[in-house]
């Protein structure tokens, strides 16, 4: 119904008064890539790197890497890409990572903590993305997935300038990683939302459960909370808050993550045309009047509701 009342945006997100929001694309495949890099986006909020890792008996070498990650910057030629280091564990077994078996890996070795085991790994991917930034020249972000605490969130920023990255972001996807981001932005540059694992252990539901939906709803007042937390930790230091889980495609919660204080938005390349024309129809006033009633619903489906009442009125 949006679309057809007004032409489509094009170009950066704004919102109606001009306020920015920045759109990119998730991306974790050469497909992803090649599709990303055609589409009107300001380049890649998500690189998911764990392609290059998984189905394989020894990792990826450096020249390897240096490769794969060189083409992913020329594809994008200028727009900057966010990359998020290895994000394998325990129910993404890769061989040559020896970590023990657990018996619930969700709660295990995952994310950054396999670095502790396995430091050469996160290493030669440092190496790999500097040496391929130098060579494309590229707008590059590194960002580590699966930081609980400050201390490892700077661990990983020393480790990571040590090597050369200029911008250094850790993603907000652990409950206290959300509660102490105040502590946690001291050391960095930026914070990234991923929604889904912040949902899956806020709600302590499973994101793979076909059951537990309800709780994974990203309406879900306490993920809302978290979100609003983390944006106004983000504020009073001056880091930037983007969300990149799924909740970000969805151009009815966009505004009100917008309104929550969050200033980029990064989905699957296909979901960004939607998520630009419904931005482009609110002011930044109206976002934070959705996101003001969604974190006042008693319940999720309200929440929803109300915001869609809302932004027809708005229209
Ligand atoms: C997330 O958890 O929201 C996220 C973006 O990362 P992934 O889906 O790859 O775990
Ligand atoms: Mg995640």
Redesign the pocket.
């Known amino acids: 119904a949006l679309e057809r009342r007004q032409p489509r945006a094009k170009g950066p997100g704004r919102t109606a008064d001009q306020h920015a929001v920045t759109l990119s694309a998730?991306v974790g495949t050469l497909a992803d890539v090649a599709r990303a890099a055609q589409s009107d986006n300001e380049g890649v909020g998500?690189f998911?790197t764990e392609f290059l890792f998984l189905d394989r008996r020894e990792p990826p070498t450096l020249e390897e890497q240096i490769q794969a990650y060189s083409q992913v910057f020329a594809a994008f030629d200028g727009r900057p890409v966010t990359v998020r280091t290895l994000?394998a564990g325990s129910d993404k077994p890769l061989p040559f990572l020896s970590l023990p078996s657990e018996d619930n890996p969700a709660l295990g070795i995952r994310g950054l903590r396999t670095a502790a085991h396995c430091p050469d790994i996160l290493v030669t991917q440092l190496q790999a993305l500097v040496t391929a930034q130098r060579r494309t020249g590229a707008q590059m972000r590194v960002m580590a997935?699966m930081v609980s605490t400050a201390e490892e969130a700077a661990q990983f920023a020393d480790l990571a300038r040590g090597f050369g990255v200029q911008s250094v972001g850790i993603?907000i996807?652990v409950p206290s990683a959300a509660l102490d981001a105040d502590r946690l932005l001291q050391h960095v540059d930026f914070a990234s939302i991923?929604?889904?694992?912040?949902s899956q252990y806020t709600l302590a539901a499973d994101r793979t459960s076909r059951t537990l939906g309800r709780f994974l709803d990203p309406w879900q007042h306490a993920l809302l909370t978290l979100v609003a937390g983390v944006c106004r930790a983000g504020a009073a230091l001056e880091r930037p808050v983007g969300v990149?889980?799924?909740a970000a495609a969805d151009p009815l919660l966009a505004p009100v993550l917008v309104g929550l204080g969050v200033s980029s938005l990064s989905m699957a390349a296909p979901a960004v045309a939607a998520v630009r024309d419904a931005l482009a129809q609110l002011t930044l006033q109206h976002c934070r009047s959705l996101a003001d009633a969604a974190l006042d619903a008693p319940t999720p489906a309200i929440a929803r509701a109300t915001a869609r009442e809302m932004s027809d009125a708005f229209h």
């Open positions: 998730n998500l998911r994000d997935p993603m996807e991923g929604t889904n694992d912040l990149c889980g799924e």
